[in-house]
């Protein structure tokens, strides 16, 4: 059993260049690496799982997933009562059914086992007919608020 309370800030408060940074004293994790090695795959996913990959990090899919599970950690660990109860059943559960279901994995062609490393390619898409969507754009707020009158961001069609 660990004998860290991931509920409390466990960083020591300073920055790779030894000052203290408010932002990363807050969190528990100073990086989505250490939040995977550290707590994730030894704390979360220490059973066999039918897919996972040792290069996780070289998977678009797999860091967007963990990113947004390490943010929901930060945001819940700290909650009374329910808050980390809240992130296993909301955030872990259903990110560990997606990376690890032989349907769902981002890691279909990898096989730590025999050492194999596959990065899928990305889908494509077509261009959608010009005027069919919104473009919004952003303009300095000075052309914007002559414009709009208001401040608010100029929408173009």
Avoid at 23 to 30: G, I, K, N, T, Y
Avoid at 36 to 65: M, N
Avoid at 128 to 147: K, L, N, R, W
């Amino acid at each position: 059993m660990s004998e860290t309370d991931w509920t409390q800030e466990i960083t020591d408060g300073t920055g790779s260049d030894g000052n203290a940074s408010a932002a990363a004293s807050e969190l528990a994790f100073s990086s989505l690496p250490a939040f995977v090695e550290d707590f994730f795959l030894k704390v979360c996913l220490r059973h066999e799982v039918s897919a996972w990959c040792p290069k996780w990090w070289d998977h678009e899919e797999a860091v967007l997933r963990l990113e947004a599970l390490w943010d929901a950690f930060e945001a819940l660990r700290r909650e009374p009562g329910t808050g980390t109860a809240v992130w296993i059943r909301d955030y872990l559960d259903p990110t560990v059914a997606a990376l690890t279901s032989p349907e769902t994995t981002p890691f279909r062609g990898c096989d730590a086992r025999r050492g194999a490393h596959h990065v899928g390619r990305a889908l494509t898409a077509d261009a959608p007919p010009p005027g069919m969507f919104v473009v919004h754009t952003i303009e300095d707020e000075d052309a914007s608020s002559a414009e709009t009158g208001d401040g608010a961001a100029k929408t173009q069609r």
